[in-house]
T-cell receptor, first 115, second 111 residues
Framework: ETGVTQSPTHLIKTRGQQVTLRCSSQ?????VSWYQQALGQGPQFIFQ???????GRGNFPPRFSGLQFPNYSSELNVNALELDDSALYLC??????????????FGEGSRLTVL | TQLLEQSPQFLSIQEGENLTVYCNSS?????LQWYRQEPGEGPVLLVT?????EVKKLKRLTFQFGDARKDSSLHITAAQPGDTGLYLC???????????FGGGTRLMVKP
């Protein structure tokens, strides 16, 4: 139990649709990162949010966007879904500054299937 | 672009055997982390190594960070079925904990 919760756990969409994934970070954490993990591969960094602003971004197109709310929870939005977007989407919370240990605490992920 | 390559990709061994997993890059990382991920769950941090040449031990697991901070290894002694899972290395650059993950090593330990 990492204290990071993600919803939904599973969902199925069709090409061209839009999806919103949600993440509640661990209590006391102020930073949320999102990763995409395709089947049989390691996670790939999508972006990170700190103080409600995007703090860094990986090699993902603009149709991947996000939000962080004042309570540090976060959303990942993907527009115009493509078949290759099928993956496990992982949210990780961490504490930046002060007692930052660099450790990420991952949720169990949201498994998205695009048909 | 920083890349991390893990080897082997798959490893199936008998209980009691030893094994080593390698994580290599041409880039320097400020720190390197090892995670273990089980089916249906997110990765869980095992260890963070920060200093070149650093060696950390966690029970039967030994982690080493290369002198140049470009590579790392994970050695498991006397593997047990409970060690089965996906082992991931991840490097952090100077921008903090925006991690670059390797492709993972899927370990199966048979009783």
């Amino acid at each position: 139990e990492t204290g990071v919760t993600q919803s939904p756990t599973h969902l199925i969409k069709t090409r061209g649709q839009q999806v919103t994934l949600r993440c509640s970070s661990q209590s006391g954490h102020n930073t949320v990162s999102w990763y995409q993990q395709a089947l049989g591969q390691g996670p790939q960094f999508i972006f990170q949010y700190y103080r409600e602003e995007e703090n860094g971004r990986g090699n993902f197109p603009p149709r991947f966007s996000g939000l962080q709310f004042p309570n540090y929870s976060s959303e990942l939005n993907v527009n115009a879904l493509e078949l290759d977007d099928s993956a496990l989407y992982l949210c990780a919370s961490s504490l930046r500054g002060g007692e930052d240990t660099g450790e990420l605490f991952f949720g169990e992920g949201s498994r998205l299937t695009v048909l | 672009t920083q890349l991390l390559e893990q080897s082997p990709q798959f490893l199936s061994i008998q209980e009691g055997e030893n094994l080593t997993v390698y994580c290599n890059s041409s880039s320097v990382f400020s720190s390197l982390q090892w995670y273990r991920q089980e089916p249906g769950e997110g990765p869980v941090l095992l260890v963070t190594v920060v200093t070149g040449g650093e060696v950390k031990k966690l029970k039967r697991l030994t982690f080493q960070f290369g002198d140049a901070r470009k590579d790392s290894s994970l050695h498991i002694t006397a593997a047990q079925p409970g060690d089965t899972g996906l082992y991931l290395c991840a490097g952090a650059g100077n921008a903090g904990n925006m991690l670059t993950f390797g492709g993972g090593t899927r370990l199966m330990v048979k009783p």
